[in-house]
Each structure stands twice: as structure tokens, then as C-alpha cells.
């Protein structure tokens, strides 16, 4: 069963511009929330986390919004730029932190 | 310091046999977890090995084994393999026991079963 999904396989966005890549989860028991950023023939790489008890975190570029109450989470690139292309995988982890889900995955792809 | 490692990088094999991949974790990392990439699914949680000791199990069969070693590095094994088998593997290392910190992942093994 697909408790964490990534409904948009792929996204184009213009250099310079906004990237949203949104993600939801069915399971309330989640309470840890991870973005991984995948590059071709390498393994993903942390790209930035929130827990349950925010609602919002910032890391230069990127920021992560997590509405408990839609289930939903979205990650924000602001300016995006053509090394951001790649295929970003949102992540769930239970308050046991015995289990990790991962999304199919969105690929992004910023255009020069 | 030193990444992740996964050998070796691409492995064939045929229905009915039984691989093996290898992870090295990063130096100091105790932690160690397996998972599953196919097209479409996105990644699926093997298992997470600590202290050489099996402290998570996702939701595959008991052909999916493995085991880890006191120096932390970690085998994954599959027997029977079956077509369904074909993916890329990933292991990940960490410092602890939690999926609440960062992990690490290797580059991974790709495996086709033909």
C-alpha cells in the first residue's frame, strides 16, 4: 500500500522560478517528514526534514510546509536552477521509527 | 570522509539463483538499512541493521535476508530470485538506530534477474 505519495511524476519549471513538489501520506501515525534529492546513477542525498510539531522549515533555498490536517507536505526551491534537476523523493517515518515510506518520486527538471 | 559503498555495481543473474550485495557503511555509522528501487514504486524498506543486530523489518518475504558485521558493513541477501527481483538495491548508513536521522545512501546495486 502506497502510505506516501508523489501524484506528479514529473515537473518543468523555468530557471529563476518557484518549484513546488508536493507530497501526501495517508498514515496519521507519521510524524517525521525527509526530502531526498536522487541524481542519476547516485544514491539519494538529505535534502531537508520537519517533524511533526512544526509546520514549516527553511533551509536557504528550500523550504518544507507540512499541513497535518490535509496530510499533505510540499517543497518550496526558490530561486530554482538547472542543477536542481532531479528526482526528488519525499520520506515518512513512524513515532515507533521503525519503518520508512518513500514516494514514487517527482522528477524536477529547471530549464536555462 | 569516505561515503558509502555498495559492491559490486551491476550483477546479472538467471531465475532460481541467489545473490549476495555487499554495503560499507560510512566510518562510525553503526546503522544500516536496505532498500528496494523499481520503476514506479519509488524506494521500499528492506530491513535496518544496528549493532549487528536486525531492529527493523519491512514487508518482504523471507527470501530477502541479511546480516551485519562488527565492523558495521552489512550483506543483503536474495534467494530464489525471482524476475520481480530486479531493481536497484540501496543501502543506507546512519549513526543511529532511527529514522528521525539522516541517512546516508550508497550509490547502489543494480540488479537484473533474467
Known amino acids: 500500500d502506497q502510505q506516501v505519495k508523489q501524484n506528479s511524476p514529473s515537473l518543468s519549471v523555468q530557471e529563476g522560478r518557484i518549484s513546488i513538489l508536493n507530497c501526501d501520506y495517508t498514515n496519521s501515525m507519521f510524524d517525521y517528514f525527509l526530502w531526498y534529492k536522487k541524481y542519476p546513477a547516485e544514491g539519494p542525498t538529505f535534502l531537508i526534514s520537519?517533524?511533526?510539531?512544526?509546520d514549516k522549515n527553511e533551509d536557504g533555498r528550500f523550504t518544507v510546509f507540512l499541513n497535518k490536517s490535509a496530510k499533505h507536505l510540499s517543497l518550496h526551491i526558490v530561486p530554482s536552477q538547472p542543477g536542481d534537476s532531479a528526482v526528488y523523493f519525499c520520506a515518512a517515518s513512524g513515532r515507533n521509527n521503525n519503518d520508512m515510506r518513500f514516494g514514487a518520486g517527482t522528477r524536477l527538471t529547471v530549464k536555462p | 570522509k569516505a561515503g558509502v559503498t555498495q559492491t559490486p555495481r551491476y550483477l546479472i543473474k538467471t531465475r532460481g539463483q541467489q545473490v549476495t550485495l555487499s554495503c560499507s557503511p560510512i566510518s562510525g555509522h553503526r546503522s544500516v538499512s536496505w532498500y528496494q528501487q523499481t520503476p514506479g514504486q519509488g524506494l521500499q524498506f528492506l530491513f535496518e541493521?544496528?549493532?549487528?543486530?536486525?531492529?527493523n523489518k519491512g514487508n518482504f518475504p523471507g527470501r530477502f535476508s541479511g546480516r551485519q558485521f562488527s565492523n558495521s558493513r552489512s550483506e543483503m541477501n536474495v534467494s530464489t530470485l525471482e524476475l520481480g527481483d530486479s531493481a536497484l538495491y540501496l543501502c543506507?548508513?546512519?549513526?543511529?538506530?532511527?529514522?528521525?536521522?539522516?541517512?546516508?545512501f550508497g550509490p547502489g546495486t543494480r540488479l537484473t534477474v533474467t
Open positions: 543506507a548508513s546512519s549513526l543511529r538506530s532511527s529514522f528521525s536521522y539522516e541517512q546516508y
Open positions: 541493521y544496528f549493532s549487528e543486530t536486525q531492529r
Open positions: 520537519i517533524s511533526s510539531i512544526k
